[in-house]
């Protein structure tokens, strides 16, 4: 990813910002954002009640510290995959950071859905798993603590959605050893996050986009919680492994 995109003008009260609070959380020592997010949830939020979970998640992104979480305008974007998908989807999500999309997902496409979320950081690994948990929805969601290129060739799939929010230099990479270990199937849908041009995915889009693979939409959207722009890639998997 290119750092310098977000020293852009459209970008500058956003990075500024948040550079600002990262010098101050590390000049006073404070825990990660992930984890003061689950602390506050813990503490707001009630139990068993995904949707107040989310909801707290915004508030703490809102008025306390930005998340890189998708967000309340962009998850949507999600729940249009709904039709295309079983009634008991099997889900592969790609960066796990505080659990607000597992959470959505397990909530919008309900008990029978389940989720496979993996995440390399292990203080989001805790942090999502407490989230997730404090909505009630352990039974559905699997954090699984890892890189993604060493995790995926050992999933057991096909998956019928693909969520990828992780480092985005890793999406190509990752999304062909998805296809490689046979971890898709035909009709699936890969959801990509952050593919504005802030970003810097064009190698990846030309790929949904110019293989033969894919059909392929793209949503405009902004950054989550930012008036930055930002756009969601849809890409539905069109090849028979």
């Known amino acids: 990813m290119q750092l310098w995109r977000f020293f852009a003008p459209q970008a500058i009260g956003f990075t500024g910002k948040n550079l600002l609070h990262g010098l101050q959380d590390w000049v006073s020592g404070a825990p990660p954002r992930t984890t003061r997010a689950s602390d506050y949830v813990a503490a707001h939020a009630e139990a068993g009640n995904p949707k107040d979970v989310l909801l707290k998640l915004d508030e703490f992104a809102e008025s306390v510290r930005w998340l890189m979480s998708i967000g309340p305008n962009k998850d949507r974007v999600i729940a249009e995959a709904k039709a295309q998908l079983p009634d008991n989807p099997k889900i592969l999500e790609l960066g796990a950071y505080a659990g607000y999309s597992s959470i959505y997902m397990a909530d919008v496409f309900g008990p029978a859905a389940h989720i496979t979320s993996v995440e390399i950081d292990a203080k989001n690994v805790a942090a999502s798993r407490a989230n997730i948990a404090h909505a009630g929805l352990s039974e559905q969601v699997d954090v699984v603590h890892g890189s993604s290129s060493a ?39 890969v959801v990509a996050d952050n593919v504005g041009k802030i970003f810097g995915v064009d190698s990846y889009l030309d790929y949904v986009r110019g293989s033969g693979r894919y059909e392929s939409v793209n949503r405009q959207a902004t950054i989550e919680y930012t008036s930055v722009p930002d756009a969601v890639e849809i890409s539905t998997y069109l090849h028979e492994n």
């Open 151 to 189: 995790t995926i060739p050992n999933l057991s799939g096909p998956f019928d959605l693909v969520f990828l929010d992780h480092w985005k230099d890793l999406y190509l990479n990752d999304l062909k050893l998805i296809e490689s270990h046979g971890l898709i199937r035909k009709g699936a849908v």
